[in-house]
């Protein structure tokens, strides 16, 4: 009778697992799902709180935005010296010539905010990302590399 019992209590083990297995399982597949409901970073964009625009700056391929966007980036410098806000959009080809969108936000604790639309890089993830510095001390570049 022990070996029974014992093969009854493996049983019970395994019966007992398959409700977290399916737990588990089906906790993934929503995970998973939920990045196709829509792209976080790119509703985090959209819900912002506006800041006063430094304008719009469009490069061409190997233009340098230290050359072209002078008075722009000083409109940044001039937020971040003042503790004030203020944001900026660049917009910039891949080598293939895919448009790649920077908006860049100066927020009014000194933060420097970069949010990246890469949707229409063909060779790229397609996604919106983001990167931030705090208390940057420049803006030449207006690059969280320091």
Same mark, same amino acid.
């Given at each position: 009778?022990?070996? @029974?019992?014992?093969t009854?209590? !493996?049983?019970a083990a395994?019966? /007992?697992? %398959?409700p977290?297995l399916f737990?588990v399982?089906?906790?993934?597949?929503l995970?998973? +799902?939920?990045g196709?409901l829509?792209d976080?970073?790119?509703?985090r964009w959209? /819900? !912002? *709180?506006?800041?006063? /625009?430094? +304008?719009?700056?469009?490069? $061409?391929?190997?233009?340098?935005?230290?050359?072209?966007a002078? %008075? &722009?980036?000083a409109? =940044? @410098? %001039?937020a971040l010296?003042?503790g004030g806000s203020?944001?900026l959009k660049?917009t910039y080809?891949t080598?293939e010539?895919?448009?790649? !969108?920077e908006?860049y936000r =100066?927020?009014?604790?000194g !933060?420097l905010e970069?949010y990246t $639309?890469s949707? $229409?890089d %063909?060779?790229?993830?397609q996604?919106?990302s983001f990167?931030e510095?705090y *208390?940057? &001390?420049?803006?030449?570049d207006?690059?969280? $590399?320091q």
């Amino acid at each position: 009778m022990t070996g @029974q019992s014992s093969t009854r209590r !493996r049983c019970a083990a395994a019966v /007992s697992v %398959r409700p977290w297995l399916f737990a588990v399982a089906a906790t993934s597949l929503l995970a998973a +799902g939920c990045g196709m409901l829509g792209d976080t970073v790119k509703e985090r964009w959209a /819900s !912002r *709180t506006e800041f006063s /625009s430094c +304008g719009e700056v469009s490069l $061409d391929q190997g233009e340098e935005i230290k050359k072209k966007a002078v %008075r &722009e980036i000083a409109c =940044l @410098q %001039r937020a971040l010296k003042s503790g004030g806000s203020a944001e900026l959009k660049v917009t910039y080809p891949t080598v293939e010539g895919d448009p790649i !969108r920077e908006y860049y936000r =100066l927020t009014p604790q000194g !933060r420097l905010e970069v949010y990246t $639309d890469s949707t $229409d890089d %063909r060779n790229s993830d397609q996604k919106w990302s983001f990167a931030e510095c705090y *208390t940057p &001390e420049w803006v030449a570049d207006i690059s969280c $590399d320091q």
